[in-house]
């Protein structure tokens, strides 16, 4: 189990729920047939994202999330599958604002839908690692703009960069 | 005559800082060294006592702060074996060096068809440049791949440069992998086949001890800041006859003879090719980091990099799940290490680190294809200069294995 | 609230110092500046205690330097009024930021016919890199010219600025003739036709208050040195729109997003444009300096400046033989005054200045083509900072004297 | 009459001869009908020399030197033209090679044969003025080119730039 760290903002960056969501991501089996793919990629860290996402009546259905990258754009990515999957895209789209709120200000009251992803809050603190959390995020805002242009272009997979 | 680490540790103010309320264990030396007192005392000095702008001033002060900035060119010169002061350009870093050759020789003599030979595990200051003149005059770009080893392909060697090659382009020490690359015979190969040779000397000139008459390089772009020296130096070494033909790169104060309305002539090597003012201060400073590595001797430096690099990887090879990158013998590399550690993101383990007072680098190092050759996203890199000594391979290590033992957990324990 | 020079004498060390024997009397402030020991200090607490590479780096050190380095983009930002630090990118000096827009904007956006204006009095870095794009690409280049007042000729800038001007490049205030152009009302008429302006600040910024989005500049490059900042930074400033749409100028390290062998997207505006390890040092010591300045308040800077002017011209004006080159009215010019004595040229006028202590500058000035228009082969010149005072003036005319007297004997005594 | 200077480089710089041939060059009437014309220019400080040569049996019959500069390139003229004139080229050339000699190293004795030139020595001191001293030899070495390649180019005349 992780040695006492005296400094408290390093215990903020590496809260037990981060750690928890890195060891075990949930909903990292990829989905066979999704309706949409994108990758996210990180060419700072190099960290990689891949989400397959399914829709049904303007709502996500089903979402995984795989790729290589840091704890916390794990952590990141795993939590959002767990908050999104089941809920509307309107309202995913707000969750999203509502997060890079999150990540750009520190100091921000954290809304209470965001469950989990609370956990995050003390990377904003961290300013090289807040492009790692937010990577799952947007990519996932590129999968909905897949999604509204009518699903996967010629290439396949729609890429968005940091 | 050994390195004194412990006597050397002394000149080195920023080494008496705690990091999170440890001791900073400074491992981050290939993206950027640390300064003795004597180069901060000789920034004081140029700027308490003598800056004034250089040339052309008649006064006292722009007859000092001249005479110094020159004097430094010799300085430099002497330092890596050039035959004359004319041979050394002042630039900003090692990359504005190589994109100097690029356009100023690049653009001048390379045409369609003529290739130019790099290899994979160049940094991105040597890789950019050519793929924008590739781009732009249509010369194609060919490299030497690695082996399993970290060094070139010999193979490679062969087969790329050859009757087409108009330059080869290599890094002389690789900042990822550690690598010395046998640039000698390659520059050899490369005049055999009538191509100019441009060494990467960004790792090297800080860490060998280099002689561009031995090597028989035709360019060598190097770093102050790499080598105890301040921000904002950088050198470029062209044999004469080269600086002579090439055409000047930015135009403006100092680089010209005569200026009318419409068209100018240049002036003599090297200052054509320094145009504005240049970074005084700096430069003149740097004059005291290159003082105090003759001081030191290149060859003692290289000898504790290598007892330095035998401990790392001793000390490293021991942590379960640990993965070290380049060369195996401790003599074909230098002062440099990069790993990786199963289950945990460089990243992480560099935050780790950090609360444990140790500075590494982690990431791609500038070298996105090398990554993607090695099969990796990232890695982590500890690097050494004269002030590391073996005993900070203590905190390293006691930070790795803490990021082993907060990251790479029993599966399915937790929430 | 006034200028306290002596006051303000007591925060530079160098202004302590003798020259042959006499107190420093520095009046070549127009070639670069001293330095405040606020500025000294922040570079030795750079070096001595927070030195590391910036960006990509996780530990603390790295951390420290790039928030540092990052937030005197915004003071810089702040200082001339631009939108947002993005607006700003961290050259050479002056020279290189109108080579990079020459190269990044120039070579990208004019085709052959198109012009661009500049004038006579241009200082040879707002000039040589113009010419050589006109070279390459074929466009024409036309000048305005100056009156006898040495100001700008309203018909030139009527007659030269139309449909075919795609960049109008000139310099806020002469180094020569301290002339503070119209660049507001020229910024007018070039966006009326579609044209862009770049203004060369290098002597503006140090002296006037600057608002750029007052001035609605497209481009600004200026010069840290001449600010009583450290040698080795420049600026570039450029509205957002322009830095998104121009190609990046030197590749490699920090300025690119993701690099393959064969091909590199670039990374965001401002960092696309600064390419390998910035000079760090240098930059953050720089903010030093800017809130210098901004303690002083640029108003007082200049009502300073118009007052040494002033006297200045009135204690030349009594010397015998002595012209003075610029406009009439000290509110029409910045702190420099250019002049010539009849029968001493204006080298031996300066050696013999120096022995008396008093640095100025003697010769071309950088802007041959306007020493051909002012009919001079070159001039003496004096120019001021925040730290001068009216008796720095005794020495200066005593000096003067003294080389009338050497120089300017009568005809066939002697030998 | 200049005032005494404590300094004694500054003395050496300007000694009394140097200010005698700045105030009364000699030969400063320029030839008619010159063989030769040869100038030269030094962008740095805007010193101009126009120098007029005529020859008789390899050796410099006459000779006239002017332009605008600073005392010291002036009187390094005006000095050269009463050393040189009625000496045959070769003798002109070893004395051009001694001057440079002379400029470059300071502590170098100076030859009796440069008579009034061993004045500038002083220059040799300072590195910004030398290009001063020497300008009018190096014009005077072209001109002596000229000659060898016939006479005027077809621009006229030819230019000598440090
Ligand atoms: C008007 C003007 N433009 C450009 C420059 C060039 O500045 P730098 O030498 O810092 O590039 C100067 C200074 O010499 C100047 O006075
Ligand atoms: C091998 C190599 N080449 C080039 C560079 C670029 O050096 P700089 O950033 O000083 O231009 C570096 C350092 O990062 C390097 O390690």
Redesign the interface.
């Known amino acids: 189990m992780p040695q006492s760290i005296p400094e408290p903002e390093f215990d903020e960056l590496y809260r037990e729920l981060i750690l928890d969501h890195y060891r075990n991501p949930r909903h990292s089996e990829p989905l066979s047939d999704a309706d949409v793919v994108a990758e996210g990629y990180n060419p700072l860290c190099g960290d990689e994202v891949e989400l397959r996402l399914n829709f049904e009546n303007g709502s996500v259905s089903d979402l995984s999330f795989g790729g290589r990258g840091c704890s916390i754009s794990r952590a990141s990515g795993s939590m959002m599958t767990d908050l999104v999957i089941g809920k509307p895209i309107e309202d995913v789209r707000r969750l999203s604002e509502q997060f890079n709120k999150m990540m750009t200000d520190p100091d921000n009251e954290v809304p209470e839908e965001l469950g989990d992803l609370e956990a995050l809050q003390g990377v904003a603190k961290f300013p090289v690692r807040v492009k790692c959390a937010t990577l799952a995020w947007h990519t996932l805002e590129d999968g909905f703009k897949q999604r509204d242009e009518g699903g996967l272009p010629p290439g396949g997979v729609v890429r968005h960069e940091e | 005559m050994a390195i004194e680490t412990k006597r050397i540790r002394e000149d080195f103010?920023?080494l008496k800082?705690e990091?999170?309320?440890k001791p900073?264990v400074?491992l981050?030396n290939a993206?950027?060294t640390?300064?003795p007192q004597v180069?901060?005392d000789a920034?004081?000095e140029y700027?308490?006592?003598?800056?004034?702008?250089i040339h052309?001033?008649?006064?006292?002060?722009?007859?000092e702060a001249?005479?110094k900035y020159e004097a430094t060119r010799q300085t430099v010169a002497d330092f890596i074996g050039a035959p004359d002061a004319s041979n050394i350009v002042f630039t900003?870093?090692?990359?504005?060096s190589?994109?100097l050759v690029?356009h100023a020789w690049g653009r001048k003599f390379l045409t369609a068809g003529d290739e130019i030979v790099l290899s994979?595990m160049e940094?991105?200051?040597?890789?950019?440049?050519w793929?924008?003149l590739a781009?732009e005059k249509g010369v194609v770009?060919r490299?030497i791949d690695i082996d399993d080893d970290g060094q070139f392909v010999q193979d490679d060697i062969e087969r790329h440069i050859g009757p087409k090659t108009k330059l080869v382009a290599v890094t002389h020490m690789s900042n990822v992998l550690g690598t010395i690359n046998p640039v000698r015979e390659i520059a050899e190969r490369a005049h055999q086949h009538g191509a100019l040779v441009l060494l990467d000397g960004a790792q090297s000139v800080p860490h060998l001890p280099v002689n561009v008459q031995e090597l028989d390089c035709d360019f060598l772009a190097f770093?102050a800041?790499k080598m105890l020296g301040?921000?904002?130096?950088?050198v470029l070494y062209a044999k004469r006859e080269l600086f002579e033909e090439m055409d000047?790169f930015?135009?403006?104060?100092?680089?010209?003879?005569?200026?009318?309305?419409?068209?100018?002539?240049w002036n003599d090597v090297p200052w054509k090719f320094e145009?504005?003012?240049?970074?005084?201060?700096?430069v003149c400073a740097f004059s005291a980091a290159i003082d105090y590595l003759s001081g030191l001797g290149m060859e003692n430096v290289r000898a504790h990099e290598i007892e330095m690099v035998q401990e790392g990887v001793r000390r490293l090879a021991n942590v379960p799940g640990i993965t070290i990158y380049g060369p195996e013998s401790a003599e074909r590399r230098g002062g440099v290490i990069s790993f990786n550690l199963d289950n945990v993101?460089?990243?992480?383990l560099?935050?780790v680190?950090?609360?444990h007072g140790?500075?590494?680098?982690?990431?791609?190092h500038?070298a996105?294809?090398l990554?993607?050759r090695l099969d990796?996203?990232?890695t982590a890199r500890a690097s050494f200069y004269v002030y590391n000594e073996k005993e900070e391979f203590d905190a390293l290590i006691e930070g790795i294995e803490?990021a082993a033992?907060?990251?790479r957990?029993p599966?399915?324990?937790?929430?």
Chains 1, 4 share one sequence.
Do not use: W
Request: proline share 6%; with cysteine; charged share 15%.
């Open positions: 103010p920023i800082r990091v999170h309320g900073l400074y981050d993206a950027t640390q300064k180069l901060i920034l004081v700027y308490s006592s003598y800056n004034a702008n052309r001033g008649i006064h006292a002060l722009a007859e001249t005479g900003r870093n090692t990359t504005e190589i994109n690029a994979t940094h991105h200051s040597n890789l950019v440049p793929q924008t781009k770009l490299f770093s800041h301040p921000t904002g130096v950088g000047p930015l135009g403006g104060g100092e680089m010209i003879r005569r200026v009318q309305l419409e068209e100018s002539t145009a504005g003012t240049p970074n005084i201060g700096d993101h460089p990243h992480d560099g935050t680190l950090d609360h140790v500075a590494i680098r982690a990431g791609h500038c996105q294809p990554m993607g990796v996203v990232a803490a033992r907060l990251f957990a599966v399915h324990t937790g929430a």
